[in-house]
């Protein structure tokens, strides 16, 4: 095993001679590459085979010069084996074809194992690991038990998540059910992923923002917990994610992880002081900031950098994913600006 | 003129026997009365006509027994003379025919007089002040520049402000001339409604929390500012809402207003530490609250109000509008909790 880059060493709070970077989805629309095999290929086609998915995992690696890799998937894949049905429509992002109604629907789904049922997941890592450059680890990730259960209850994407609140506060021992199972799923399925080769995992809890602290700490909370728990059995750094978080951001943390991800609506060095210095920290650019000019997008990289300050265990990021609007010039530029520091 | 009740002294941070409440939408859709207009006037007619403004706003005051009516109106209508063509499709949001995509279409944007191009929004104001319960006063609002520019880029609404936030970097001088258009139109606009009858005002910058901190105070809070201070020259309080500003809520508040607005995101004494004791405050129930049981929107009411502590200078409401299918009743118990206290 080659010695840790500076991701892997910036995920233990360890000096690692520069700020690393990468990018949600850095795989993705973006690119043209990408669009030029989603031409052929669907977004679950991609995901379901192991080689295209490391085709279009390794597509950024070389032509941003981005420290870490992460795998192409989707937090939604294990919805196929719990039977919910997931479809992705043209522009409209992802459909659940049987969403969760009632208690009746949490109790009757079925028994997943990742190692069998996402194997797929798996061997794509185990392609993307074989090809890897020396020193560039791959990120393993999964959705977080409440972003997850907003997909499933409310079948789709969702502005509001009025159905998901609702279901929670009106069925409060179905709600648990739920995210205990899916507590379980995850946790397991982010172990198997650093089994197979990915040397970090991402919870991603991207829409828990919505709640209120108490809802976030009642109802969700010891779920996140139990998951990053049986992700970090299997020894690799958890890096726990979620936009908008600033009203909630110590009781996110309390739920665990060695790097908390946070979105740009703080500011990196009041979200890290209240975060904590034992853990780590990934963020926060604007991913519409670079839509703008070149100008905006050093000025802001730069203020971001100098707000961590050069303390170990800075990962830079943005603080949700790439536009995909968003030009590679752009990406290319704050790699450089942030290798360049 | 009738003594103050409750809501205008919690406005001026007076002791005010009781927490006043009243809720944003509280004229809408979760009434039967509404819906029942509604299937004979689109949302565009009734706003119009002043006569059926003033039916819808006055609709929900003895049914919940708050303590503050709200102008049936909708914050999109100044771009009617503003030449942006509006309308709203059924179940899909306001729709902006001719949005604006460049400095040009800025330079292009016609004068506007409230007095004139809006007189039928006053004229409503008048038909509600004089059937208005005595002590029951009336709040005019208005969208503040950020939001209703958001919707003027996007043509509509948006879930990530890209076009919105491009506009801003690429764009700065066409950004702040539009917003400095709108700016003063507001301010204008929202003084005319308090000399109508508005005995408070609401300045509603509903999207603004898509913002990170450096872009709200750079491209945003001087023209909120303008606006406010515009308003608050007819003499009567202003009370500045947003959603989402825990991230940079001091930064929002210096913007002015005599009472903030918050969300549910960010617990009530923490909001209002955060914001300063010369400061009346807002809010801050999550509107999906009100779908649940009634144990949950009684625990959750009970909480807030204690950490208001009684103080002087809150007014109960949730952190955004009712939601349309909340049940009566749910805002019924809320009004008794308050008032019970």
Redesign the interface.
Known sequence: MPADGRFLKACRREQAGGTPVWFMRQAGRYMPEYRALRRRHSILDLCHHPDLAAEVTLQPIHRLGVDAAILFADILLPFEPLGLGLSFAEGEGPQIARPIRSAADVAALPPVDPLEDLAYVLEAIRHVVAALPAGIPLIGFAGAPFTLASYAIEGG?S????AT??F???EPRAWHALLERLAELVGRYLAAQAEAGARALQLFDSWV???????YREYVQPHSRRAIELARAAGVPVIHFAT?T???LEDFAAAGGDVIGVD????LD?AWQRIGSARAIQGNL????L???LS?IET?TR?ILARAGGRAGHIFNLGHGV?P?TPVEALQAVVELVHGQ
Request: aromatic share 8%; proline share 11%; net charge negative.
């Open positions: 994407a502005r509001g998540f009025a609140k609702r929670m506060h009106t923002g919505c709640l209120a602290p108490e809802d908008d600033a009203g909630f740009w609506r703080i500011p009041v604007d991913p519409a900031v839509l703008g000019p905006t802001r203020d536009l609007e």
